[in-house]
Structures are given as C-alpha cells and as structure tokens.
C-alpha cells in the first residue's frame, strides 16, 4: 500500500479481500463478483489456412448450392460498401492465400470477405472493377432499364433510346467482366455493341409494326422479344474467339488437357439461355400486372405512377431470377470426351486414355 492513501472501508455486508496467495472465494457468485480480467480472456482458436477460397463456399453439383453462391454474388448491398471496406476484404483475402490468417478471423469473416473481395475486384486482373459492369449492380441497373422498357414502348423514339441504353448497358459488362484468359478487344466489343443495338431496334420496331392490331398486352412483350433477340446476337460476337480457337478443357483436378470449340458452343448456349431466363420473368410477369391495373380508376387519377410500379416489379422479379438463372447451369460445366472435336479427342487420349468427362467454365 502507497503511503499517503489510506485504505477504503468494505461497505456493510460485503466479504472481506482476498488476501495475496488465497484462492478466491467459492461459490454461485463467485465469477460475477471476480471476473477474469478481458486481456487474460482466452482468444478463439486461429482459423486454419486449409480452406479453399478460390472456390464458391457451397456445393456447386447441386441448384441449391450454386443459387446460395450467386445469391451472394449478386447482392445489390454489396455497391454500397466503402472504398475502405473493399480494401480490408482485399487484405483479408490476399493475406489468407498468402498464409497469413488474421488472429481473431472466424469463417464467416472469411468468407464474407471473399465474397466482398469478389464482387468489387476482377478475378483475373485483381483490379477494381466499374461500378456498374459489377455482378452486384445488375439487380439495380437492370430493374431500371427494363421497367422503363416496359413502361416507355409506344413510341418509336422511346424504344430507340431505351434500347440503346440497354444494350450499352450489356457492353460496359461484358466489358467488366472480360476473361483475363480470352480478353475482348475494342474491335470486338464494338462490334457486338453495334450489332447487338441495331438487332434489338430492328426486332422492337418490326415486331411493334406487327402488333399494331393486336390486343394491348401482345404489344408489351415486344421489348422482352428485343431483348432476347440482342442476348442471341451479343453474346456470341463477344466470346467469337473462343468459338474460333476454342476454351480451356480440364479433367476434375484442373489440369489443363487442350481447348475445345464444342466446349464454347456448350458454354455460350447456356449463358444464352440463363441471360434469356433471367430476363424473362421481369419482361413476363409486370406487363400482365400493369395490364390490369391500368384499366382501373387509380392509375388514371395518377398516371404518374405507372413508371415508379413497373420498375418496383421488375425489380421484385429481378431479385430471385438473377441468381436464379446464373445457377440453372455449373459454372464448372462438362461434357463427355466422345463429344468433343476428333483432334481433341485424340489429345486427351494419349495423355488419358481413360477419361470420359472433362470440365471447362461456361462464363456469365
């Protein structure tokens, strides 16, 4: 005891100090009354360094494992996180493929970061990506652009501009979302952007001329028939070399066995039809909605209304078809060896004569 201080009296009641050298008093009451000070609290276990992040988190052979994964993906949540955020889910990522695990970092933490990290970074570049050619921005965009589609199909000028807008919109993520493997070069790119625009406008004003006389619903799908139109002219121009040269094939390790172009027809029909399916319910089920209630006194007190209730549906359609439609196929397809080119064939054979099945990653 310090001279000069002297010693508080227990209040009433109260047990007496322990003294130096005695255990602390027993009993019910006894942690409450003597807690363990937090700096000699003992630390969570370290997170082992075994778990594979460069993989999704869930089971990828199965639909339900492959919509949880693009559920997270296409988070729209994700845009609004800080640049400080991306760049500590960057650290903490980076650090783990490096070996370095955080003290204190659960799996949760981890790959929520990962997931993070994913969706603000290119996984071939590591560079940041645009903020609206991200997966995570395609929700929000998209219910934008189609509910004003969908709303704005009357006049010529109106589905000039949208469509323009829509199909500029495609180009900045395809763009984005280039494989680090297979780059798209500006020529390529324009290209597609030129005529997959000039597809979709031609579609949408021919069907529109031929929808004059028919019922007032038929004429709300015209966008969705543009739409679907543009996805079977862009796509394939914007992967053409890998349907000239063909894409990577690999056995159930990874190791590469030689490119296919079967493999990139298989690849870019199934993109083709997830982007399609993606659109669909967005395009199908507002126009039939809107349909009805515009024969209603409400929206003719408030037309205003009409945009702000199409762009809320295809929204709410929007949120459960994306990850939806991105999970109808693996992202790591297959295809049996005897459905590949002859030569390829021969390829595979004479490094594994009994491969029946390889793999290869379809895109977005």
């Known amino acids: 005891m310090r001279a000069g201080i002297p010693p508080c009296p227990p209040a009433r009641g109260a047990s007496p100090p322990a003294r ?83 003290p204190g970092l659960t799996e949760d933490q981890l790959w929520r970061a990962k997931y993070i990290y994913d969706s603000a970074f290119h996984p071939d570049t590591g560079e940041k990506m645009i903020l609206v050619g991200r997966m995570s921005a395609q929700v929000p965009m998209n219910m934008t652009i189609t509910g004003c589609m969908l709303t704005f199909y009357r006049t010529t000028p109106a589905v ?11 180009a900045v993520v395809n763009y984005t979302n280039r494989s680090g493997d297979a780059p798209i070069t500006p020529s390529q790119l324009g290209t597609a952007y030129v005529s997959a625009t000039t597809g979709a406008v031609v579609t949408a004003l021919g069907l529109k001329s031929l929808t004059k006389h028919l019922p007032a619903i038929i004429g709300r799908y015209v966008p969705f028939a543009a739409v679907a139109a543009a996805n079977c002219i862009n796509i394939p121009l914007m992967r053409q070399r890998e349907l000239k040269l063909g894409i990577p094939v690999t056995d159930e390790n990874g190791n590469r066995l030689g490119e296919s172009t079967a493999a990139a027809q298989k690849a870019i029909f199934q993109v083709v039809v997830s982007r399609i399916g993606m659109a669909a319910p967005a ?16 929206l003719k007190r408030y037309p205003y209304l009409n945009a702000p209730l199409q762009v809320s549906l295809v929204g709410l359609c929007l949120v459960f078809a994306t990850p939806l439609c991105c999970a109808l196929f693996p992202q790591k397809s297959s295809m049996p060896v005897s459905s590949l080119e002859p030569e390829v064939q021969d390829q595979i054979r004479k490094k594994d004569p009994w491969l029946e099945t390889v793999y290869f990653n379809k895109g977005l």
């Not at 000039?160 to 495609?170: A, D, G, K």
């Not at 395009?283 to 024969?295: R, S, T």
Request: net charge positive.
């Open 160 to 170: 000039l501009f949208w469509q323009w807008v829509n199909q500029s919109f495609n």
């Open 20 to 102: 130096a050298g005695r255990d602390p008093p027993a009993g019910p009451g006894a942690a409450s009354a003597n807690p363990t000070p937090r700096r000699f609290q003992k630390m969570p276990p370290s997170l082992p360094a075994t778990i594979n992040i460069r993989e999704p988190r869930w089971d990828q052979s199965t639909f339900q494992g492959r919509a949880k994964h693009f559920f997270m993906v296409t988070d729209p949540r994700n845009l609004l996180l800080s640049g400080a955020t991306l760049e500590e889910a960057r650290r903490v990522v980076e650090d783990y493929r490096a070996g370095t695990v955080h």
């Open 283 to 298: 395009m199908a089920i507002p126009p039939v909605i809107m349909n009805m209630l515009e024969k209603r006194a409400f």
